[in-house]
């Protein structure tokens, strides 16, 4: 049974407007939570973590809010630019290896 | 950059045959993944290896083995390869938990 559950498969958002990509998961025991892109034929690339104890976590565009009582975290996109139509996974740690990755989001910036 | 190296990008075998993966990192990560990626799944952790000749079972080991007689390399086996397996296989290396460092990908398909 997935333990990271992206409900959205895709979205659509225009150049310049935010991008809210969601996250649900199910084991409060993960310790860190990370948000991975990834490009048509390349592998996934780290994008942002964001530490169980803590609920918000930014660099640049980008910005990983957690709610713990929720079991919920979001990425914030803004502004969207073209270059980011990727995949989007969302991730957690548990122990020292072990990510657990959701289905993915795909993200679509329109110009 | 670190540049993780997988052997092939595309790979068509039959049923029943021995296949093998190789994977090359160049950053003398100590930790080594193979990740499988299906679609509506996301990325689900088959080995990991934390060291020369370590290797740890992840979620979906069933079918497959690993070997790691070299640091930098790090190799996925399909003992006998069945249709059920075909999929694109993501090798990655890090030296911490959080930031892996994903090959290309190799898109396996088993008739």
């Known amino acids: 049974d997935q333990q990271v559950k992206q409900n959205s498969p895709s979205l659509s958002v225009q150049e310049g407007r935010i991008s809210i990509l969601n996250c649900d998961y199910t084991n409060s025991m993960f310790d860190y939570f990370l948000w991975y892109k990834k490009y048509p034929a390349e592998g996934p690339t780290f994008l942002i973590s964001?530490?169980?104890?803590?609920d918000k976590n930014e660099d640049g565009r980008f910005t990983v809010f957690l709610n713990k009582s929720a079991k919920h975290l979001s990425l914030h996109i803004v502004p969207s630019q073209p270059g980011d139509s990727a995949v989007y996974f969302c991730a957690a740690l548990q122990g020292d290896y072990k990510l657990s990755f959701g289905a993915g989001t795909t993200v679509t910036v329109r110009a | 950059d670190v540049k993780v190296t997988q052997s092939s990008r595309y790979l068509v075998k039959r049923t029943g045959e021995k296949v093998f993966l190789e994977c090359v990192q160049d950053m003398d990560h100590e930790n080594m993944f193979w990740y499988r990626q299906d679609p509506g799944l996301g990325l689900r952790l088959i080995y990991f290896s934390y060291d020369v000749k370590m290797k740890e079972k992840g979620d979906i080991p069933e079918g497959y083995s690993v070997s790691r007689e070299k640091k930098e390399r790090f190799s996925l086996i399909l003992e006998s390869a069945s249709t059920n397996q075909t999929s694109m296989y993501l090798c990655?290396?890090?030296?911490?938990?959080?930031?892996?460092?994903f090959g290309s990908g190799t898109q396996l398909s088993v008739l």
């Open positions: 990655a290396s890090s030296t911490g938990q959080l930031k892996l460092f």
């Open positions: 964001i530490s169980s104890i803590k």
